[in-house]
C-alpha cells in the first residue's frame, strides 16, 4: 500500500507476535483519554470510545514483549527517517488500543503545542477477518478510489506499520462487527539543537523509547 505522505512496512510482525502483544496487553486496558488544550487528559467518549494501556519499558507487565515493542520501535524509526528524511532519536511510550463494536476515534491530529510530534504510527494486530469498519482515514488526503472528495480510508493489514505526519487530521471509523487491536506511536519534535548535533554525528541513532508518556 503506498499513499502520498504515508510510509507503510509489511510484515513487521507475524501472526503470532500480534497475538502474543493482545493477550498480554487486553487485560490491562482502561477508557481512552484525549488531550486537552491546557495539557491534561480526560476521558470523553464524543470523540473517541475505546480503551487502551501505555506500555512502558520500565513496566514490568510487559516485560514479555519488550522484545517485540523494540522491534516496533525500529520499524517505526527507519521509516520515519527514510520517508521523511528526519532525525529520530527515541519514541514515546507505546499505546495498545482496543476497539469494539461501536467504538471510535473522531477527526483529531496527534500534535499540538503542548505535545509537539512529528511523526505518528498505526500497527495493526488484528486479522482483518476479525473485524468490520475501524479504516485509519485521513481528512485532508482525497481517495483516489472514489468519486468526489471523499477522505482517503487505509485499512491496516495484521502486522503492518503504518507512519504518517503527526499533524494529519485524521480518524479510526466506527468498528461495525468483530474487536480491532493496534499499536500507535508518536516519535517527539527535535528541536532546532538536537537536530544539529544529530547531522553532525554519522552513528546511527540509539534506538529507544522515551520516557515520559503522553496520552492524546
Known sequence: ?????????????????CFRIIETC??????SEIGTPDSSHMVDTKTRRSKSVMISPRDPRFDSIQPLMQKTVEAFMICTQTFFHYPVTH???????EYLEGD???????ASPATPRFSSASLCLSNFTE????????????DPDTEGDEPLSIRIQQGELAVFPSLLVHSVKPITQGKRYALVLWTPYVDEETLQKSQEKSEAP?????HDPIVF
Not at 2 to 11: D, F, V
Open 1 to 17: 500500500m503506498s499513499h502520498p505522505g504515508i510510509s507503510t512496512r509489511l510484515n513487521v510482525l507475524n501472526n503470532q507476535e
Open 26 to 31: 487486553k487485560p490491562f486496558v482502561e477508557p
Open 91 to 97: 519514541v514515546e511510550d507505546i499505546q495498545f488500543t
Open 104 to 110: 471510535f476515534y473522531n477527526w483529531h491530529m496527534d
Open 131 to 142: 473485524f468490520e469498519g475501524g479504516q485509519l482515514s485521513f481528512r485532508d488526503m482525497i
Open 206 to 210: 540509539v534506538m529507544t523509547q522515551g
